[in-house]
């Protein structure tokens, strides 16, 4: 079958690859029909996740028809329409009792790798470096999908499109987590850095969640009008206006009640030689994250407002405001998304209407021409906002 | 010491550790061995302070010319006597430090035998001190010989002894029961080939060895308190005598069960051997640690979890080596 790998920093290229098998009694093979690039998955593209192989099957967001299933799986079945969620979960474990999906305890055969970096694993994920499991990806004709009687979701309506459910996959949940944890009041201001696809929804959910007002960060015009159009958003560009000093105006001086980081480790800084600063430092593997959104949000705020971090961050981060986060009496929530929690009320708003996911794709291609899907989305060449691959 | 056995973690994702000894004779010795280092550890500190601070008053104590080089001397001989203490204190094992002890004392004759010689000494109190320096070179060199014979796994019994403990998300009977059946070690026990009942107490058990090959023996077992503990050990004349432990307690809340498994086992040739398993990659620690991670795999899910990169599921060595992460050929 063919498959997107990745072959090393900034390089990713479509190879023919062995088909799946079944490997566990509950996994399941799935045929995937639409397939997205991630946000996350230029961290890998940009080498800054640890533990990729050359020849990695990359993609976490995919979904398709499910053509064989292990002799262990009782829900799903041949034929069947499925989302798959990133992170991959064992149904069994006190996290799964807990709705903490993306912190299953059994899914990660190398958490030996990750305790390292992170004192304790998480979850596996899918195409996402080999300490979060070393699992082959979905951007591929055919994918292995482990406890399937946990995490796919079936879509039993026909009249909904791949291209109306495959979001469920992770940026819709994982916006719309990024929202939750703000444990939005009614008429609360809510403002979240990056306008790019989990931004986007994270802006949108924010709105759903009765946010009075949403503030949306980016230097991308492109981006900061699709926020403004699908999420009723007010727009900063923090290259053309102080974000700090705007934010202040917007809410009369408090700042946000809740403020959404929906960058993560590769972010941009307005200034040059402050953005250098950290961009040598990470290069040289001397903090692993440039945080500057995540700062910026912090010291932006409100007097014990909610930071919720919904961008990936994979190890070590200088000039962390904590005296900021600690005076103020800020409150910071995080986690990759518990999708497997989401997928069902998510499915339900997408069916009756409440949000058509497709509003973020900008680009449609063929599986093949996923090295060019990468580049332009990298390069946010041509307005790129989600690039979806179609077999 | 206080330092490999005392407490066991308990996180929910697995813990384990390993020492090497008998636990008994062996701490005794390696105690009393310790607390002479430390005392010349002390030493190291009540003498470099005033050579430091004080060395013409040193100088004159020792009897040599009070002149500006040799206060220099002095000062350099009290900074190299401080820089090895915090070695030796800081230290659950400090061998190479009091070792670094007798180089010290080594420069100390040397420099103490060219001021008997110079001009300006008083070779009574030059002599005196060379005196003094010997005899703490005796006790370094005791003290050195002792504490790294202590951290030398060859002597002490040559008994390999790894703990781990798990939380797992079943009730103590159930996880009792899974363990108590015998013939299930092998599905999370990367070592064992096959385990099998013969009735309820005696079993015969086929190991993989380290090189290659196998070993047997049969065991039996020698407590059993139904939802808490088992405990078995090797019946006499196995190769590779062993025994173990394992504790169950019910976990906070919810039915789930903290589990603690404690085995030691003596492999052949000694500690040379357990050092040689570690030349094969054999760290009883860390078996222990991914064996329980297995056993929870499977007491959780009915299976060891597999992925492309790890087809074998859990297994540190294979961590270091993997295959890519894309669908096995």
Partial sequence: MKANCWMGVHRVDVRDVPDPKILNDGDAIVRVTSTAICGSDLHLFDGYIPTMEKGDVLGHEFMGEVVEVGKGVTKLRVGDRVVVPFPIACGSCLSCDRQLYSLCENSNPNAGMAEKAWGSSAAGIFGYSHMAGGYAGGQAEYVRVPFADVGPIVIEDDSLSDEQVLFLSDIFPTGYMGAELCEIQPGDTVAVWGAGPVGQFAAASAALLGAGQVVVIDRFPYRLRMAAEHAGAQTLNYEEVDVREALRDLTAGRGPDACIDAVGMESHHGSGPIHAYDKVKQSLRMETERAHALRQAIISCRNGGTVSIMGVYGGMVDKFPLGSLMNRSLTVKTGQCHVQRYLRPLLERIRSGEIDPTFVITHRMSLSDAPHGYDIFKRKQDDCMKVVLTT | ?329
């Fill in chain 2, 1 to 329: 010491m206080g330092d490999a056995r005392t407490g066991t973690p308990t996180t929910s994702d697995g813990a384990g550790h390993a020492t090497t000894g008998d636990p008994t004779g062996t701490d005794r010795r390696r105690g009393a061995a310790e607390r002479l280092a430390k005392g010349l550890g002390w030493f190291s500190v009540g003498l470099g302070i005033p050579q430091v601070l004080a060395p013409g008053r040193m100088n004159r104590l020792i009897g040599v010319d009070d002149s500006r080089q040799n206060r220099a001397v002095m000062r350099a001989m009290g900074v190299r006597e401080l820089a090895s203490a915090p070695g030796i204190l800081d230290r659950p094992r400090p061998a190479g430090f009091v070792f670094a002890r007798v180089a010290g004392d080594a420069l100390d004759l040397a420099v103490l035998g060219a001021a008997l010689r110079a001009r300006g000494s008083v070779r009574a109190r030059v002599a005196a001190a060379m005196a003094a320096v010997a005899g703490v070179t005796v006790l370094d060199v005791i003290a050195s010989a002792k504490t790294s014979r202590s951290a030398d796994p060859t002597t002490g019994g040559g008994a390999v002894r790894a703990q781990g403990a798990i939380t797992v998300n079943r009730p103590p009977d159930e996880v009792y029961r899974f363990w108590r059946d015998v013939e299930n070690l092998p599905r999370f026990m990367a070592h064992l080939e096959s385990v099998h009942g013969q009735g309820d107490v005696r079993s015969h058990w086929v190991a993989r060895a380290p090189a290659g090959g196998t070993v047997e023996w049969d065991a039996e077992v020698v407590e059993d308190v139904p939802g808490s503990l088992v405990a078995w050990r090797s019946l006499d004349g196995a190769e590779v005598p062993n025994s173990g432990t394992v504790r169950l307690a019910p976990a906070p809340g919810r039915g789930a069960t903290e589990v603690r498994v404690d085995l030691e086992y003596r492999p052949p040739l000694g500690a040379v051997g357990a050092a040689a398993a570690r030349l094969f990659g054999e760290d009883p620690a860390q078996q222990i640690k991914d064996d329980l991670r297995r056993f929870k795999q499977v007491v959780e899910t009915g299976q060891v979890v597999r992925s492309d990169g790890s087809p074998d599921g859990t297994r540190t060595q294979r961590q270091l080596h993997q295959r890519e992460a894309r669908p096995l050929a």
